[in-house]
């Protein structure tokens, strides 16, 4: 089982807990304070001559603390001579640390408001300007200090509930305080830099004052005008997994009522207490020894909570599982590769049907309308070589249309049948009500990693549009009416190498797409690339890829990232943006009701765009490989744009 660690801003509970603890072990305590608190601190958190290892402790086994300890570090830390006897005590006594934040102590306090009402309740973290409070009806308060020594509540006015913002996909914020006469004027109100993370690849989900922002296997709560660390959670790595989770990939939570929901790396769906970072419940998605983890964030429809799984390299096969918000027991699952005589088995030939992959890896999304849970999925496996998998290989490369409730599968749309290049349909699709061809329809709408642009009727998946939208693609001469592809010949993976346009990474990928109803254009991050196939017969073996090949970049087509708006009634390119760099950063878009397009330009650069012309009116370089989208809220009055740039969260909004 695994451990939780929680800590709330320094709590004095949990320092007590870890005082308790050292004491029922003095000599793993003794052999730390005498070999290792001179450089990490007493409590671990760091010291002078050496560097917090609370976090660090979290992702080794016992095996890696005691050859770390045993061997050093070469040219950081020298070699400690501990004993047989004492190893296990020393590492029973590391495991009691705790990160604390900031080393701020929790007091409580009777704060007077400047409405003349009173709060009291435990500050959990301030700061010159701001408090963090906890009331005893367990509700987080923000607070801003005025002259008068008495205090002003805030909070968020609009939020930003869901990894999307809106449930049904569309990175689209009404918000118009920021607009294109005044975006110049916009620059950082404050930033937040996650502990020993290379690169954030999360959305921040803000709802009634405070950000959530998570990491593989952590989630912090942030006050989200200051930044300021409200509590932390964290439980260990899994030591040896394979797949996106074992990278510490993590794209954000849900919420729903006093819950914040998210997937650990292993494969696992859990509840935290919203007011206090307490673990209230831990399930099992899927058994992560059969090559599953878990990445991206879930969502909440009704009673229940939803994910996917990760490990579709891996040959795990696909399956969505809902789980009820209250107990976390499983309500229903729903397998993305069928069961031998199950609809659909028929369209796997040979044995590639036992691990076929599929995985539904990335965040569907919810229409209240026609109360349908809309998911897409991954690659067939193995990924470039279908000879034991001849067929379309449902359900890959699909957006499954199912029942929120049962699980039961209302229809499919497949993007990529018997797909060889690893193009998942991943990439998110929206919910969006507009006219088509002069008349009122619900429509279903993505930009595909295999270089068409799709529009279906949401209520039965009826293809209405697909329209190529890269400049270059070789694999197929179009989309039938049929909603198949029309394949082109001699585009397979091949022994000697075939070229393909796009690459694997796709024309475009899981980065976010934005829709604005007002200027009817579709926006999304595109990229002209492309690769070269090669494939070779493999054996599936649990703990390692299940590829049948591999792909590199063609080196004769400079690749480019371009930004590029369509039609929605048509999807033509109504203008794009050409990028500097080289198209290997993952940023996505966000879409104003003041006619802004913010995006992660691939230099590094976060900007904003004119939504209708496509001219680019701001930039604030942050030198950072894009692997985020951006959000926004309002906070305090106050409209905030907010995204990860590596390691830290960067939130904009005007200068006053």
Known sequence: MKKAFRCIAGSWLVLTAAVTLCAQDTVGSETFENRCSGCHGSDGNGGELGPNITFRLRRLSDEQVRNTVLQGVPGRMPANNVSDADMPKLIAFLRTLRPHLYGFQP???????????????????????????????????????????????????????????????????????????????????????????????????????????????????????????????????????????????????????????????HAHLIAIKRATGELLWDSEIADWHKNYSATSAPIAVGNLVVSGTAGGEEGARGLIAAFDQTTGKEVWHFWTVPGPGEPGSETWKGKGIEHGGAVAWFTGVYDAETDTLFWPTGNPGEDYNGEERLGDDLYSDCIVALDPKTGKLKWYFQSTPHDLWDWDATETPLVINADWQGEPRKLLVQGNRNGFFYVLDRTNGKLLLAKQFISELTWASGIGADGKPIRVRGQEPSAKGTRVCPSQDGATNWFSPSYNPGTGLFYFQTVEKCSIYTKHPEEFVLGREFLGGAQRIDPSKKPVRILRALDLKNGAVKWEVPQVGSADSWGGTLATASELVFFCEDSGAFAAADAKTGAVLWTFQTNASWKASPMAYQFDGKEMIGVAAGSTILVFGLVD
Not at 111 to 118: M, V
Not at 135 to 160: A, C, N, P, Y
Not at 197 to 209: H, K
Not at 229 to 247: C, D, F, N
């Open 107 to 265: 007091y409580r306090l009777s704060a007077k408001l400047t409405n003349g009402q009173t709060l009291s309740g435990l500050i959990l973290n301030e700061s010159f300007d701001d408090a963090q409070m906890r009331t005893d009806d367990d509700r987080i308060r923000l607070l801003r200090k005025q002259e008068s020594g008495k205090f002003r509540e805030v909070t968020s006015e609009l939020d930003w509930p869901t990894y999307n913002g809106d449930i049904g996909g569309n990175r689209y914020t009404r918000l118009t305080q920021i607009d294109k006469g005044n975006v110049k004027r916009i620059a950082p109100r404050w930033v937040f830099t996650v502990p020993n993370v290379f690169s954030l690849e999360g959305t921040p989900v803000v709802a009634d004052g405070v950000m959530y922002v998570t990491n593989g296997n952590e989630c912090y709560a942030l006050d989200a005008g200051s930044g300021r660390a409200i509590w932390h959670y964290q439980q260990e790595r899994t030591q040896g997994l394979v797949g996106g989770g074992a990278g510490g990939i993590n794209r954000g939570v849900a919420l729903a009522g006093d819950k914040v929901f998210m997937v650990t790396d």
